[in-house]
């Protein structure tokens, strides 16, 4: 056993604890302290930015002054939670029963897949043996040796998620054309999206409107106005590359060891994917549906 505190990154150690230690944001604030000294404090609130801009912090001064009770024990709602009564210390703390912090980014509103059903194929049963500095690419020569291929080169898979919605999901390296196509398309009752990673710079966003004879297909593109891309190319509409993409994966990581952020997808991500997989395989094996079982709970 030992009385040394554990050690904590300067982000958290210093991260600001009032409305009056918030610095740039007094727009934000003088709004918050009108809305607590009028008693008339809304249901909930919205917070934008990108990263580092503090919506965690201020989520958790918000969270601290409607919990506060006072060193008395007698305070109420305040925009100068007092930081030492049992509330405040538990939300410091990350331990308050009431306040829940949640990554929105890996949680949908369709839930988790849940049950799977799918098939596999060996189209192209031999290839051609890599030879040399072979690439992912490279296809081989005709008068290559050839090789049997121990792996399936298509799959598919029918899901149901938690909600009840349903989705379709294939892969296939036989395919003739696309070198690196990833497409996804996701359709709902008020529109759909689409996402093409040789056009990874455009979203393709689609408003079901009945009422207006215009509505269709828009295609929105990439541009500074979103986090890291003017770090890359400024202006709106210029394109940046599966590299730059890279550079800023990296750069997102590494800032959250440094300050002790969360990164995600983190390993947890990483385990309910396989467990997605897992409940796939046992679904080539039986050829019936498979529910998706959380490995990460048994390990």
Known sequence: MTDTPAYQVLARKYRPETFADLVGQDAMVRTLRN???ADRIAQAFIMTGIR????TTTARIIAKGMNCIGTDGQGGPTTDPCGQCEHCTAIMEGRHVDVMEMDAASRTGVGDIAEV???KHTVITHRPVPQGAASHYGRGRPEDPKGEVENEDFASMLCTFASGATGTFETSRTTIGPESQNAFE????????AWNFERLNELQYYRHDPSDLNTGWTTIFGGDRFPYHGAFVPGQANAIGFEDIVATEDFVFLEALATGDTFSPGFAEAVDVVSVQQALINSWESRTWEPVTDLGASA
């Open 35 to 37: 809305a607590f000294k």
């Open 52 to 55: 580092g801009t503090g919506k």
């Open 117 to 119: 059903v799918g098939m």
């Open 186 to 193: 996701i359709y709902g009752t008020k529109g759909a999206l």
